[in-house]
């Protein structure tokens, strides 16, 4: 096995496939070996054993589903970053795309608040978003529809804290389970 995963593998609950945690591959393994959750991603990769081999999980859920309480995800600028894709709440660019001749990458892209901190805004998930260098410079310090701008969609609170940090830097095939 080559670590193509890079050790982890996100796991789902029963029945609903809502995210979990991201757990190890061993550990997923023992989950599966044990009958107690299903491959539902695989990574094309194989664990070796003397006698067999297992397909390298990339998403499993469990057969049974467990009542977990929400947790509350910490904001964080980077966090935000994440949860909006590196994607402008005003113009919608993202890295690859051109403002006035340049082409965007993920350093060009900044928190934005909604409501200025000048004006009393927090740093909370629902008051802040990702915004390119050129909008956030054109809104200032004003409220958007002030500066003639709309919001594209509206920031919410992520579901999970691991999660902004697990899409971040977690593979493709997570995304689809993932909802913020």
Request: charged share 25%; proline share 6%.
């Amino acid at each position: 096995m080559s670590g193509g995963v890079h050790g982890r593998v996100l796991l789902l609950n029963g029945r609903t496939w809502e995210p979990l945690s991201v757990i190890s591959i061993p550990r997923a393994i023992n989950l599966l070996l044990a009958e107690k959750a299903v491959v539902i991603e695989q990574t094309g990769e194989f664990l070796r054993t003397v006698g067999d081999r297992y397909p390298v999980p990339s998403v499993i859920a469990l057969r049974a589903y467990i009542n977990v309480p929400r947790r509350k995800a910490h904001w964080s600028r980077r966090g935000v970053l994440v949860r909006d894709s590196f994607t402008c709440i005003y113009c919608n660019v993202q890295p690859g795309g051109y403002i006035k001749g340049k082409m965007l990458t993920k350093t060009d892209f900044t928190v934005d608040h909604i409501i200025p901190k000048s004006r009393g805004g927090k740093d909370v998930w629902t008051n802040t978003a990702c915004a390119c260098y050129h909008c956030n410079h054109r809104k200032g310090d004003r409220l958007p529809h002030e500066a003639g701008m709309k919001l594209s969609w509206e920031p919410k609170t992520p579901r999970t804290s691991y999660l902004v940090i697990a899409i971040g830097s977690g593979p493709e095939a997570w995304k689809r389970y993932i909802e913020y």
